[in-house]
Nanobody, 115 residues
Framework: QVQLVESGGGLVQAGESLTLSCAAS????????MGWYRQAPGKERELVAT???????NYAGFAEGRFTISRNNVQNTVYLQMASLKPEDAAVYYC?????????WGQGTQVTVSS
């Protein structure tokens, strides 16, 4: 069973940066792609960014230019670097991995941004 463990969440002030990590229990080359999603209270879960096995990235509009997704194939870890954080970025951030049509999710990490 694939396990994904997120870390790095916390409380920051608006304008500050934060880096999230997602450690996978197996070689991330096994995944077609990995990504970060977020869910704020009362809202649906939404895509933040994805990165595929070839390193091609995709970002939601709000993340473009402020967030960077990357992967470390040796450590089997995917990162989300977030800069210029805004109060509206506050949410639980989830890591997802996909193998064909199967999706695996982490437990999430809370990001809180104070104004």
């Amino acid at each position: 069973q694939v396990q994904l463990v997120e870390s790095g969440g916390g409380l920051v002030q608006a304008g500050e940066s934060l880096t999230l990590s997602c450690a996978a229990s197996e070689n991330i080359f096994n995944f077609n792609d990995m990504g970060w999603y977020r869910q704020a209270p009362g809202k649906e879960r939404e895509l933040v960014a994805t990165i595929n096995v070839g390193g091609v990235t995709n970002y939601a509009g709000f993340a473009e230019g402020r967030f960077t997704i990357s992967r470390n194939n040796v450590q089997n870890t995917v990162y989300l670097q977030m800069a210029s954080l805004k109060p509206e970025d506050a949410a639980v951030y989830y890591c997802r991995a996909r193998i064909l049509f199967r999706h695996y999710w982490g437990q999430g990490t809370q990001v809180t941004v104070s104004s």
